[in-house]
């Protein structure tokens, strides 16, 4: 009982990364697990493993690992909520990942056999399950990997998939475990809006996390000078985009979504909706309903699905039903920051540390 939680805060935004969210980081060593056989075991072969695989499963490892703004059944919004301000994919890649083990769990129940009693890192991709064996589907784009040098302390894990690789974006000082995403190949031909560009480092505060500070290290792509519809450069993170963006604005045939074609592969961009400084004063108003209609313009952003996930720290939003050319797109939204969902926003929510358990 000495380490359950009666209440957890978890912290966003890189809340993979954050040593906030590693609580056991902070409270043990590995050396303190050096005398284990970890033969055995089919995921965790070392010390370092296993106080990462604690980490995992503790509330904020998993809400923050694997999930939309820290949640991983959001739901979807119904006709009362402004169609400029509406969630496409109401899960999270964590949840959509989750849902063939727990099939293959009950159909073993179902049939008298022995469940596959595995459980992945939450952000894991999808794999098929048997009785005994777990095959691991390649993580699409910007989806979670380990490092090398992270995955060298595991059992079997995964591969990026697409023609991408494993990239990190950011560490956090106290924490062993790189955030890393499978992304583009460096100077790659295939960019795209919302692909990361910047990577950065995390001066965490275990006292006061919301005092950690980031600071960027290096910029890996979208490298033109100013914001046109033919090539990208990259937005930073004090507008509200972690990690960076890609961005290039939409042109005649973004906006009409002619890359969208019926039994094709879904493109990596789309011509969304995108915010700027009317976007901010309408924040600042609290009157979203009001304001918002001449808040957004049209830019591009990642697509994304239920099948295909934006990247941590975003989430998938969907288009105004009245936008032309919807039906080419039906079922695709675009990957925005998660602030930009106003009812994703805790501003003015009560401070959890002052409430009762």
Same mark, same amino acid.
């Given at each position: 009982?000495?380490?359950? &939680?009666?209440?957890?805060?978890?912290? *966003?935004?890189?809340? *993979?990364?954050?040593?906030?969210?590693?609580?056991?980081?902070?409270?043990?060593?590995?050396?303190?697990?050096?005398?284990?056989?970890?033969?055995?075991?089919?995921?965790?072969?070392?010390?370092?493993?296993?106080?990462?695989?604690?980490?995992?499963?503790?509330?904020?490892?998993?809400?923050?690992? %694997?999930?939309?703004?820290?949640?991983?059944?959001?739901?979807?919004?119904?006709?009362?909520?402004?169609?400029?301000?509406?969630?496409?994919?109401?899960?999270?890649?964590?949840?959509?990942?989750?849902?063939?083990?727990?099939?293959?769990?009950?159909?073993?129940?179902?049939?008298?056999?022995?469940?596959?009693?595995?459980? /992945?890192?939450?952000?894991?991709?999808?794999?098929?399950?048997?009785?005994?064996?777990?095959?691991?589907?390649?993580?699409?784009?910007?989806? /979670?990997?380990?490092?090398?040098?992270?995955?060298?302390?595991?059992?079997?894990?995964?591969?990026?998939?697409?023609?991408?690789?494993?990239?990190?974006?950011?560490?956090?000082?106290?924490?062993?475990?790189?955030?890393?995403?499978?992304?583009?190949?460096?100077?790659?031909?295939?960019?795209? *809006?919302?692909?990361?560009?910047?990577? %950065?480092?995390?001066?965490?505060?275990?006292?006061?996390?919301?005092?950690?500070?980031?600071?960027?290290?290096?910029?890996?792509?979208?490298?033109?000078?100013?914001?046109?519809?033919? &090539?990208?450069?990259?937005?930073?993170?004090?507008?509200?985009?972690?990690?960076?963006?890609? $961005?290039?604005?939409?042109?005649?045939?973004?906006?009409?979504?002619? &890359?969208?074609?019926?039994?094709?592969?879904?493109?990596?961009?789309?011509?969304?909706? =995108?915010?700027?400084?009317?976007?901010?004063?309408? =924040?600042?108003?609290?009157?979203?309903?009001?304001?918002?209609? %001449?808040?957004?313009?049209?830019?591009?952003?990642?697509?994304?699905?239920?099948?295909?996930?934006?990247?941590?720290? $975003?989430?998938?939003?969907?288009?105004?039903?009245?936008? /032309?050319?919807?039906?080419? =797109?039906?079922?695709?939204?675009?990957?925005?920051?998660?602030?930009?969902?106003?009812?994703?926003?805790?501003?003015?929510?009560?401070?959890?540390?002052?409430?009762?358990?």
């Amino acid at each position: 009982d000495e380490f359950l &939680a009666r209440k957890i805060i978890s912290w *966003s935004t890189f809340g *993979s990364a954050r040593q906030a969210n590693h609580p056991f980081t902070q409270l043990f060593q590995p050396k303190e697990f050096a005398s284990l056989d970890y033969s055995t075991l089919k995921l965790v072969r070392t010390p370092e493993a296993l106080v990462e695989r604690l980490d995992n499963g503790a509330c904020q490892g998993c809400h923050q690992a %694997g999930s939309t703004a820290g949640f991983h059944f959001i739901g979807l919004d119904d006709e009362t909520t402004s169609p400029l301000n509406r969630i496409e994919v109401g899960i999270s890649p964590h949840l959509h990942a989750e849902i063939p083990r727990r099939q293959a769990w009950l159909r073993a129940t179902a049939e008298g056999r022995e469940p596959n009693r595995f459980r /992945p890192l939450s952000f894991a991709p999808p794999a098929a399950w048997t009785d005994a064996a777990v095959d691991y589907a390649p993580a699409e784009m910007a989806m /979670p990997c380990l490092m090398p040098e992270d995955a060298a302390r595991f059992g079997a894990t995964w591969q990026c998939g697409g023609g991408t690789v494993c990239t990190p974006l950011a560490t956090a000082s106290g924490v062993h475990t790189k955030l890393a995403q499978c992304l583009l190949p460096k100077d790659s031909e295939k960019l795209f *809006s919302g692909h990361p560009c910047l990577t %950065g480092s995390i001066a965490s505060n275990a006292a006061q996390p919301f005092n950690d500070r980031y600071s960027k290290s290096g910029q890996f792509a979208a490298f033109a000078s100013d914001i046109s519809r033919t &090539a990208y450069t990259c937005r930073p993170p004090k507008i509200g985009v972690p990690g960076g963006i890609a $961005y290039r604005g939409c042109d005649d045939k973004d906006r009409s979504f002619a &890359a969208f074609k019926a039994g094709k592969p879904m493109p990596n961009e789309i011509c969304g909706l =995108v915010g700027g400084k009317k976007f901010d004063i309408c =924040v600042a108003t609290n009157n979203f309903d009001q304001c918002l209609g %001449g808040a957004v313009n049209r830019g591009n952003r990642p697509a994304c699905s239920a099948d295909h996930f934006c990247r941590e720290d $975003y989430m998938c939003q969907s288009l105004p039903p009245d936008t /032309p050319g919807i039906g080419k =797109v039906r079922g695709i939204g675009f990957c925005s920051p998660t602030y930009f969902i106003f009812q994703m926003r805790i501003d003015n929510h009560a401070t959890p540390w002052g409430s009762p358990v």
